[in-house]
């Protein structure tokens, strides 16, 4: 059973950084694939990031891209943790980071198409 815990959220001012963490843990596939979304009040969630494991390619929303940075560490078998570096912060940022694993078939990773979810972690950004 795959398991996606977020840490590392809360509340911050304009400018500065936070780091997120997704935990996976069960997730033994070949070609594994994790992803970070976010979500705030009335608004379509939104695709930030997302990291090939393996092959280590990496995508970035068009809101996101020069700001935040996916990494991953991968040492464990048993576990990978897929960090989500967030600098020079906006409120336009404030909302609920979800982590996501194993793209399904035929899915474009912009429509949320993930066979797993974590829980979420809130971002708060004060101007």
């Known amino acids: 059973q795959v398991q996606l815990v977020e840490s590392g959220g809360g509340s911050v001012q304009a400018g500065e950084s936070l780091r997120l963490s997704c935990t996976a843990s069960g997730y033994t596939t070949s070609n594994k694939v994790i992803a970070w979304f976010r979500q705030s009040p009335g608004k379509d969630r939104e695709s930030v990031a997302l990291?090939?494991?393996?092959?280590?390619?990496?995508?970035?929303?068009a809101s996101v891209k020069g700001r935040f940075t996916i990494s991953h560490d991968n040492a464990d078998n048993a576990k990978t943790v897929v960090y989500l570096q967030m600098n020079n912060l906006k409120p336009e940022d404030t909302a609920m980071y979800y982590c996501?694993?194993?793209?399904?078939?035929?899915?474009?990773?912009?429509?949320?198409?993930?066979?797993?979810w974590g829980q979420g972690t809130q971002v708060t950004v004060s101007s």
């Open positions: 996501a694993a194993e793209l399904l078939r035929g899915r474009n990773w912009h429509s949320g198409g993930f066979a797993y």
């Open positions: 990291v090939y494991i393996d092959g280590g390619t990496k995508y970035y929303g």
